[in-house]
């Protein structure tokens, strides 16, 4: 049977490195709730080189100029998901989307975009 990988892109904006530590491993431990459907693979942070969905433009033209440090400094955490199939990738969404919102609530002024997909993997490539 082919496995379905699910993928979470988080940004996390307005994050210090020591915080994105915390929130990592904070939502590594959230995550265990969505067992024993699906598994979560790993959770990781790093500084993204690009800034492809240009999120430094839109919050300076929202926001202003920022003298927050960390202000434009992008971070991605990354989720991994096996499945059996059965869960849908909007339920799935909405799951993830729930639990981080959640954690993300601790650190005040932290913003965070979520981005979802999902890619088949044959039994021969595993």
């Not at 210090?16 to 459907?37: C, D, G, M, N, Y």
């Not at 729930?98 to 993997?121: A, D, L, R």
Request: charged share 25%.
């Amino acid at each position: 049977m082919n496995e379905l990988k699910k993928y979470v892109e988080e940004l996390v904006l307005y994050a210090t490195p020591e915080q994105i530590e915390t929130i990592s491993k904070t939502l590594q431990k959230q995550f265990v709730r969505l067992a024993p459907h699906l598994f979560v693979q790993g959770v990781t942070g790093q500084p993204l080189e690009e800034d492809e969905m240009g999120l430094k433009d839109y919050w300076q033209q929202q926001f202003g100029e920022s003298n927050n440090p960390y202000a434009h400094v992008l971070l991605r955490v990354d989720f991994l998901f096996t499945s059996d199939g059965t869960t849908k990738l909007d339920v799935l969404s909405m799951q993830v989307y729930s639990i981080v919102s959640e954690v993300m609530k601790q650190f005040e002024g932290v913003e965070h975009f979520s981005s979802f997909s999902e890619e088949t993997v044959p039994d021969d490539k595993r």
